[in-house]
């Protein structure tokens, strides 16, 4: 059978595309910085948070690294702290969230930035965000978790670093 040039070009081209985006569909689940929460073991118990080092008081605290740990207890419905209290960041930081729930799965999500996640009871979802600019971004649960999830959200605000009011855990 005689196959025109033309069309072994575009049979060529054709695969080509098909392996390309089954290369990237691959990459996108399995490839480097994407891993299921909980792989690096961080058990907590759900039921005794208050007795865990950091959930047992969550809040804001500094890192070896010069940036931030923000400890967060997510329950039905609001996020501690976040929701009653804004969390505090100042501005240019490198804030890593410790996220986990006492009760029911809800969610996490950073508006407006890549930082979403679940919150996980027995599981510590951890995920950081580069801040820079003061400015404020919403908090949202986008995990159904009941009759008030709708309502569930909250408030970090990223304050410039002279106004930045300290951090938890004794400092
Ligand atoms: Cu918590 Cu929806």
Redesign the pocket.
């Known amino acids: 059978m005689e196959i025109h040039a033309y069309e072994k070009l575009w049979l060529g081209a054709g695969l080509l595309l098909i392996v390309g985006f089954i290369g990237t569909v691959t990459y996108g689940a399995v490839g480097a910085g994407v891993e299921m929460i909980g792989d690096d073991n961080q058990a907590v118990t759900p039921d005794a948070l208050g007795d865990h080092p950091q959930f047992g008081d969550p809040g804001v605290y500094a890192s070896d690294s010069g940036g931030y740990d923000v400890y967060v207890v997510?329950r039905?419905?609001a996020f501690q702290p976040g929701t009653t209290d804004a969390i505090e960041v100042p501005a240019n930081s490198s804030v890593t969230f410790h996220v986990t729930s006492a009760d029911?799965i809800?969610?996490f999500e950073v508006v407006g930035t890549n930082a979403n996640t679940m919150?996980i009871p027995g599981e510590v979802a951890t995920l950081t965000v580069e801040v820079d600019e003061p400015r404020e971004y919403g908090l949202l649960?986008?995990?159904?978790?009941?009759a008030a999830?709708?309502a569930?959200e909250g408030t970090l605000r990223v304050v410039p670093e002279s106004e930045f009011n300290g951090t938890q855990g004794g400092a």
């Open positions: 997510a039905q419905f029911v809800h969610g919150a649960c986008n995990e159904y978790c009941g999830h709708h569930m």
